[in-house]
């Protein structure tokens, strides 16, 4: 159902009908997007009520998050080396569209030195400036109201050194979590992952602990936390194996999983991002290519996903993100090393699309707009 036939299915059932069921109207405007929504809340009373419930918040961004066919509600967030935020939307005719990106100013300030990462949950975008010394800055953002910007403060500890951020949703409580990967700056690493979590209701910080069996864990990567599946993601070593760290968001239960099958010695590269609704590992062979892995809802099972020839990706190194794809097939892949946001066509086998050069993106999100916020 197109945006325009919903909204005149709308206006046919409110001239023909004084009473129309609420679930009817609920299923119709679900099918809308916000800015139509807000339109809608001053129709009536009734409509208004509806769209302002936090129910159909809940259920309205699951409807478009869901959507894989429909990405009007979808927006492309990349944060480039000159510390500008910019944005650009998914075209329904071509799938992804690198070529429209608006430079937008968020009410606070992105040009700190440091390393900066976005991440995108349930309508919130959460950035975080990393120092060299101390925690980040983290800041909490919504781009239907891009005036109004929440500053996360919180009890930082000063013997620790803190690694990128990891932001997720938790459905039971209704709350979004910030974790905070950390260790110790005088201590000798010992077998135990150490993080600190805190919410947006919650500001009070909780610091989990758990073994390893294997050895130390450390975050060499230096990337932020995945949060797809109900938990967050960091990729990581395990002594001298690389292992996966998972904090299910729900009950701040720490898990370590293996990551895909691959030999030690031909993977150079690897990385975590997200393909659909499933978390995926990325492992880089020198002068081959790509192999995109995507775990399965067991949570135990990788499935091979696609192959990315070098020749194709044009980078002898093999290092990729995968950051979203399509059904289509088609992939936004960012790599790393020379900071390249790419479209790739797994079916074809071939690049379609290079962000331009100049934009250099150092951080990408893509981000589901939704009613629902804090700020």
């Known amino acids: 159902m197109t945006k325009r036939k919903a909204a005149d299915d709308i206006q ?11 679930e009817l109207i609920e299923e119709t ?9 807000n ?20 259920k309205h961004y699951e409807t478009a998050e869901g959507n894989t066919i429909d990405l009007s509600q979808r927006k492309i967030f990349v944060m480039n080396s000159m510390s500008e935020l910019n944005t650009g939307a998914f075209s329904e005719e071509s799938g992804f569209s690198l070529d429209k990106f608006q430079l937008i100013n968020p009410d ?4 700190s030195s440091g390393t900066k990462t976005c991440i995108s949950s349930r309508g919130i975008i959460c950035f975080s400036i990393n120092h060299v010394l101390g925690g980040p800055d983290i800041y909490l953002w919504n781009p239907l109201n891009p005036n109004n910007t929440q500053r996360i403060r919180y009890c930082l500890k000063e013997d ?33 992952i150490r993080f600190q979590v805190f919410s947006i209701k919650n500001p009070y910080r909780k610091e989990i602990k ?36 998972r904090l299910r968001v729900g009950d701040n239960r720490l898990f370590l999983m293996q990551p895909p099958p691959h030999d030690r010695k031909q993977a150079k590269t690897m990385e975590m991002g997200v393909v659909g609704d499933c978390l995926s590992v990325c492992i880089g062979e020198e002068g081959k290519g790509v192999t995109i892995w995507c ?16 020749s194709i990706i044009q980078d002898s190194i093999c290092c990729m993100i ?44 893509v981000h589901v707009e939704g009613l629902l916020s804090y700020l």
């Open 322 to 365: 995968p950051i979203f794809a399509l059904e289509t097939g088609e992939a936004l892949m960012l790599c790393p090393v020379n900071n390249e946001l790419s479209i790739y066509n797994l079916k074809l086998n071939k690049r379609t699309s290079v962000l331009p050069a100049s934009q250099v993106p150092i951080a990408v999100t």
């Open 12 to 22: 046919e059932q409110l001239a023909e009908e004084d009473h129309i069921p609420e």
């Open 108 to 111: 606070f300030a992105l040009a």
């Open 39 to 58: 339109r809608f809340r001053c129709v009536s009373k009734q409509f208004d009520a509806i769209i302002s419930s936090h129910r159909f918040g809940h």
């Open 295 to 310: 775990l399965t809802n067991s949570l135990k099972t990788w499935i091979k996903f696609a192959f990315i020839p070098c």
């Open 29 to 37: 405007l679900l099918t809308l997007p916000i800015k139509s929504l």
């Open 160 to 192: 620790c050194i803190y690694y990128p951020m990891g932001f997720g949703y938790d459905s039971s409580t209704d709350d979004h979590k910030i974790v905070l990967p950390l260790e110790p700056r005088n201590e000798e690493p010992g077998d135990l």
């Open 210 to 245: 758990a073994k390893t069996k294997c050895g130390p864990f450390s975050f060499p990567y230096l990337r932020s936390g995945v949060y797809i599946m109900g938990g967050i993601h960091w990729l990581g070593f395990c002594g001298k194996k690389r292992m996966i760290v």
